[in-house]
């Protein structure tokens, strides 16, 4: 069953799909304690700060989906450190209702450098280290606050 229109999209059925994406938080390799996070510009020309993600492709699972995407968007070589969680919300694109679910992890950078230059999509407009102290006012979205969250509580464990 199809759910309701809602909004701009009143009037007309909307056709839910479900969609996966992974990506995370990458650990500067320098020991600094900083991310790399992904710019994107919105409609009104602003630049959202957000963790680099992407959807798999062919037989990717989860975690090769978040490196290979990590090494698109921001040119860094990383292997994963730990499952940081799961992040679920819906958005109407079109006439269609998206459900999507990301996967986080938590990542070190072991080569590379900052560069978006390999985006296929060109969705990333800037790539910058930030501090880990400074994602809650630097991430344009709460759910990746929340899961930011996560990245302080593993470094005041294990650093």
Not at 36 to 65: F, Y
Request: glycine residues 10%; contains cysteine.
């Amino acid at each position: 069953m199809n759910p309701p229109a809602t909004g701009a999209n009143r009037g007309r059925r909307l056709t839910r799909v479900e969609e996966t994406s992974a990506g995370g938080f990458v650990l500067a390799q320098d020991g600094s304690l900083r991310v790399a996070l992904i710019g994107r510009e919105t409609r009104s020309g602003r630049i959202d700060w957000c963790v680099p993600k992407g959807h798999p492709e062919g037989e990717e699972n989860h975690e090769q989906a978040a490196i290979r995407e990590i090494a698109e968007e921001t040119g860094l070589e990383v292997e994963i450190i730990e499952r940081l969680g799961d992040i679920k919300y819906e958005f109407s694109a079109g006439n269609k209702l998206i459900s999507k679910t990301v996967h986080h992890f938590l990542m070190r950078q072991v080569g590379g450098y900052l560069t978006v230059e390999n985006d296929p999509q060109q969705e990333a407009v800037d790539v910058q280290w930030f501090e880990i102290d400074s994602l809650h006012e630097t991430l344009a979205h709460e759910n990746e606050r929340r899961i930011a969250r996560g990245v302080q509580e593993w470094i005041a464990r294990n650093v």
